[in-house]
Every structure is written in structure tokens, then in C-alpha cells.
């Protein structure tokens, strides 16, 4: 790059310092040779709006410009009213995961965690072999609405929300229309049967939370299961789904496909996905 000022981007969220992110996005930066960084920053729900106006300031004494930062809990929700311009991917999904600092200094809200989910389900299967089918999801946070809205684009003929809470289960598939329904969570074994791909879009099994308690018994061998939880990257969904013949997707590929429009928006390269960068966060996992 010829640029004199080094190009900054962030990870935002409260708490933050979990996030792979710098780790990932460190990695392109150095395979492309770019005159970048990215950083991780701990931030408040309540200081976001302050955070994203200012922090360009902050660069330009440092000789840096901002170009933008990704999002995660508890700030993607957040985001929706504070950015300047809300791109049709974030309006969809109701979150906002990415935003990117135009040339006028406008924010504009972006999310691509639903085309993350969607590159990492190609990566395992033909994807036009679920349209029509019946998808289950569990939860009903930022994370499902994504994943809600892009199994809509899918085709999936009919996408049942099973959530702790049965209202939130409810306004979200609302949010996505007359394809889904919400059920109550204590149906989330029982309604196994119907379904042709189960995700687990909440934080159940995930290191330090409680577990995912389901049964699979009623599971078709046929479908795939995909736990968006990547710590541990092999949980005890993936494990008892394997282990009773169904393909088993964890979430690193998401997280991985989600970052690229992300990177390419702020440092004007395309990333690519690939072996060695998977081998490379993995080794942060620890």
C-alpha cells in the first residue's frame, strides 16, 4: 500500500477480550502486506454512540485513519439507532455487526454474519438440497436472526424459533414472517423430527454456561447440525450429533466468512478463507 496513513479498524464489545477477531484480521493484514491495523477495544453499551463519533480524532493524531469496527455483545441491537445510514443486510436482521466509516465520515451499519453462515454451510454441503426443508433454531438473539433471515434466502420451506423466552421466540419470527413459528423450549427435542437442519444460535455449551440439554434421538440421520458456539469448537451438540451419523458444522467457519466484507470494506482487499487461516485461530482457541 502506498497510503501514508495506516488504516485502523476494531472489534467493540463489552467484555471483549474473548474476541478472535485481532487475531484473525492480524493474520490478513500481514499475508497481504497492508499498511493496517486492528484492534480490540472494551466498550459500553452506553458509550457506543460517543465511541464511534470521536475515535476518528483520536487516529488522526497518530496519523491513522478509522475505517471502521465490527460488533458484538451486547452492542449489535445497540448500533441500529446510532449509526447514520442502515444497510437492507443489517434492516433485515435487526443487528448491526459491522459498520464501515464512509468518505463523508458517515457511519453506515452493515451486518454480515448471515453471508458468514451461509459461506461456511457451502463449504460442507449443496445448499439448494434444504430448500423447502424444515429448520430449527435455537434461541432468538442477534446471532438467530441472522441466521433466521439467511436460512429464509435458502429457501427453507418452514423455520421454527425455540427460545427460552417464548416472547422473544415470538417477536422474532414475527420479524421473519409467515415461514416461522415460535415454540416453547421445553418442545426443543420433541420437534427434532421435522427438522432437516438444527442450529444452535445461544451460549448453551459454551465454555463457562451452563450446557445444551436436548436429546437427538428424534433427529434424521439426514440433517445438519450446526452449533455457532466455537469455544469449545467441538461441543457436546457436534459431539452427540456426530456420533449418531449427522454432519456436525461448528461455528468457526462462520466466524471466519463473516469477517471478509468486513475487511474488504476497510482495507480494499477481498480476503480469502482458507486452511491456514483456520489453523491460525484455532491456535489462539489455546
Known sequence: MTEARKKVANVMGWPIGHSLSPRLHGFWIKKYDLNAAYNARAVKAEDLERMLRDISAEYLK????FRGTNLTIPLKEVALDIVDILDPSAARIGAVNTVVIGDDGALIGRNTDGIGFIDSLKE???AD???GGTAVILGAGGAARAVATALVDLGLGHIHICNRSTDRAKILADHIGSRAISLPWDQRSDILGEADILVNTTSLGM???PPLEISLAKLKTTAVVIDIVYVPLETELLKA???QGNLAID?????LHQAKAGFTAWFGVTPEVDADLRRHVLEGLG
Not at 461455528?251 to 466466524?255: A, R, T, V, Y
Open 62 to 65: 497518530k496519523d491513522q485513519v
Open 124 to 126: 460442507h454441503i449443496n
Open 129 to 131: 438440497s434444504l430448500k
Open 207 to 209: 465454555s463457562g454456561q
Open 241 to 243: 450429533a456426530r456420533a
Open 251 to 255: 461455528g468457526l467457519g462462520m466466524l
